[in-house]
């Protein structure tokens, strides 16, 4: 288990990745073999994803990448590092700008049912998994969250006020509508990556512009 959790900051989240396909990290260039690095953290995605941050001994992170141990802590100090590395690198969360936004003026059920179904989260299911679950120990992780968290709530704000213009004064009521929406999505996730199910969005979109209205 590392002994400083929260001693690497996610240094990426504040990164907007670009629209478009994800770089495949699992090949090299041209499909030559991927260097000792890029093993490394392919190892560590699939380890953490399965068996736990905490449970997953850099050793066992070396045999999988089949690199000596030595060479893990050249690439990454700590394992911590790895974490914070995997997270910075191959997750995203993409901030819309308001001038692009597909706007649907009195219909806030579609519009937040787009949303729900847009989450802009860039991560293989693998690094959700990380995510979610590191994320209540884990500093790189809780911060990536917390930029989705504020990336959903403002998507879902701006949403309703196009949608409702006239309930543009009602900040309160807008405020608490956006962050409900958006624990919603945010609880989806972490209940998809558990059970597999999944919450109706349409119906909590629906619930939202009904006390709005």
Do not use: W
Request: proline residues 6%.
């Amino acid at each position: 288990m590392d002994s400083h959790p929260d001693a690497q900051r996610d240094t990426g989240s504040r990164l907007t990745p670009s629209p478009g396909p994800r770089t495949d990290h699992r090949s090299g260039t041209e499909g030559s073999e991927p260097d000792a690095r890029t093993r490394i953290l392919n190892a560590a995605e699939e380890l953490f994803a399965h068996a736990g941050y905490d449970a997953t001994a850099t050793a066992g992170i070396a045999k999988a990448a089949g690199v000596p141990k030595g060479l893990v802590f050249h690439y990454f100090p700590r394992k911590i590092d790895l974490l914070a590395t995997l997270i910075g690198e191959r997750t995203g969360i993409e901030e819309l700008r308001e001038d692009h936004a597909d706007t649907q003026p009195g219909d806030p059920v579609r519009m937040l049912s787009r949303l729900a179904l847009r989450v802009p989260l860039h991560a293989s299911p693998a690094m959700r998994t990380i995510l979610f679950r590191e994320a209540g120990t884990h500093r790189p992780a809780r911060e990536r969250l917390r930029h989705l968290n504020a990336e959903l709530n403002r998507r879902a704000r701006f949403a309703l006020e196009l949608a409702l213009p006239g309930s543009r004064g009602d900040h309160a009521r807008l405020e608490a509508a956006a962050a409900t929406f958006t624990a919603v999505l945010l609880y989806q996730e972490s209940l998809c990556q558990l059970t597999g199910q999944h919450i109706d969005a349409e119906l909590v979109a629906n619930l939202i512009a009904k006390a709005l209205t």
